[in-house]
């Protein structure tokens, strides 16, 4: 299992921009497809985006397509969240994780997240 731990988040204001990251440990991170979620208070986590392992295909969901981009760094065990046009309804935790095949579900253990907080 490839470990992952995420950062990048802070709090910005409606319309602003942040960009997370997600640093993955290990050699096999080329291997895995990867995803982003994100869980507000009270609700159900909720999928964001994947990227294929060789980042060759996306997909979001119609809730941050167009807004959010996501992309990876094999070389460097990196993947990334461009998140532009924020709005309150993004506040949550976000959280990076190895999807079981394409488009797959979240396998391995969700780390702690990064707090992404949009005010209006």
């Known amino acids: 299992q490839v470990q992952l731990k995420e950062s990048g988040g802070g709090l910005v204001q409606a319309g602003g921009s942040l960009r997370l990251s997600c640093a993955a440990s290990g050699r096999t991170f080329s291997k895995y497809h990867m995803g982003w979620f994100r869980q507000a208070p009270g609700e159900e986590r909720e999928f964001l985006a994947a990227?294929?392992?060789?980042?060759?295909?996306?997909d979001y969901a119609d809730s941050v397509k167009g807004r959010f981009t996501i992309s990876r760094d094999n070389a460097k065990n990196m993947m990334y969240l461009q998140m532009n046009s924020l709005k309150p309804e993004d506040t949550a935790v976000y959280s990076c994780i190895a999807l079981a095949g394409w488009p797959g579900t979240p396998t391995g253990d969700w780390g702690q997240g990064t707090q992404v907080t949009v005010s209006s």
């Open positions: 990227i294929n392992w060789s980042g060759a295909l996306t």
